[in-house]
């Protein structure tokens, strides 16, 4: 019995996300005594899943696979499935990850949980830990049936390198009959995706207009983070939905986020309440972000960023 992780990629190019699921699936296949099996579509880079450990990395070339549709991508991978005598299948906690998870399960008639943080707590029976209720609490789920499909939690499993030497099998897929399609495709500005983001630089009505932003995606650009925003912001057209942050918008898990000029709503907080480390630069002290906060700061962002940008490049 094999682990079977499914590679997520965009533009030909494994996305960050891939790694932490190879990451996760290697020491899983350790446990089980198993092989870790890599699936990815159409990308050009997956030599690269040898350094997580890959003992076979499956690459799916097609053209009718260039964007995402979880009905053929699941259709696709319940063959490798069968082929490979799969176990368990490792999904990233991506929107289109959750998409294929809940397809997938439907066509092996096999368990998928969602939101997972660590390594299966026990084999057999086999039980997972998984975080609920907005990341404020956590249960442990016990998976039955021979094939069982989870989620990773973003930034939950640390990237390992574990070197590898995983054969690798190109397959030409070319009988697409599906019709139906369920895609996920996000075109944004920003070098660094919120979904991917370590660190991930947000800001609110703080900035008292979009005019100012560009403190932000500076203090973005030296940091090597993802740039997002509250929701008032966001409706108010300053900045795109798609940085939108928090329980009605995008969910973060970053392992650093900055809120700037945000005051903390619930729906906020519970949004980003799984990041590691939250930073936030307010003015007001009374805000409530502060009580959520690892590190605060009290004074105006137009004085404390440019001063924090010129620090960081500093020490580069």
Not at 8 to 33: D, I
Not at 210 to 224: F, K, S
Request: aromatic share 8%.
């Amino acid at each position: 019995m094999s682990v079977l992780v499914y590679s997520e990629s965009e533009n030909g190019k494994l996305k960050k996300s891939s790694f932490e699921t190879a990451s996760y699936g290697k020491a899983l296949s350790q446990k089980l005594g198993s092989k870790l099996i890599c699936v990815s579509f159409n990308c050009s880079d997956i030599e690269l899943l040898n350094k997580y450990g890959a003992d076979k990395i499956v690459n799916v070339e097609s053209s009718n696979l260039k964007d995402f549709t979880a009905k053929t991508y699941s259709h696709v991978l319940s063959q490798v499935i069968e082929k490979e005598n799969i176990s368990v299948v490792i999904l990233s906690s991506s929107a289109d990850a959750k998409y294929l998870g809940a397809y997938l399960a439907g066509i092996t008639d096999s368990s998928y949980i969602s939101n997972v943080v660590a390594l299966p707590e026990s084999l057999n029976p086999f039980i997972v830990r998984r975080s609920c209720f907005t990341n404020k609490a956590f249960s442990t789920t016990e998976i039955n049936g021979n094939l069982k499909i989870i989620s990773i939690s973003s930034n939950s499993y640390e990237i390992n390198e574990n070197n590898g030497d995983g054969v690798i099998e190109n397959i030409d897929y070319n009988e697409v009959s599906s019709t139906f399609k369920v895609s996920n495709v996000e075109k944004q500005s920003a070098k660094v995706t919120i979904a991917d983001a370590d660190i991930v630089v947000s800001a609110g009505r703080g900035l008292k207009g979009p005019e100012h932003w560009h403190m932000i995606e500076e203090l973005a650009e030296v940091l090597g983070a993802a740039t997002a925003c509250s929701k008032p912001v966001s409706d108010m057209g300053w900045r795109p939905h798609s940085e939108h942050v928090g329980q009605t918008g995008k969910p973060v898990a970053s392992n650093l986020y900055i809120a700037i000029g945000i005051s903390g709503a619930i729906q906020h907080l519970a949004g980003i309440n799984s990041s590691k480390v939250k930073v936030v630069i307010n003015s007001d002290p009374e805000a409530p972000f502060f009580k959520a906060a690892d590190y605060g700061v009290i004074g105006d962002a137009f004085d404390i960023i440019p001063e924090l940008i010129n620090k960081l490049k500093a020490r580069k």
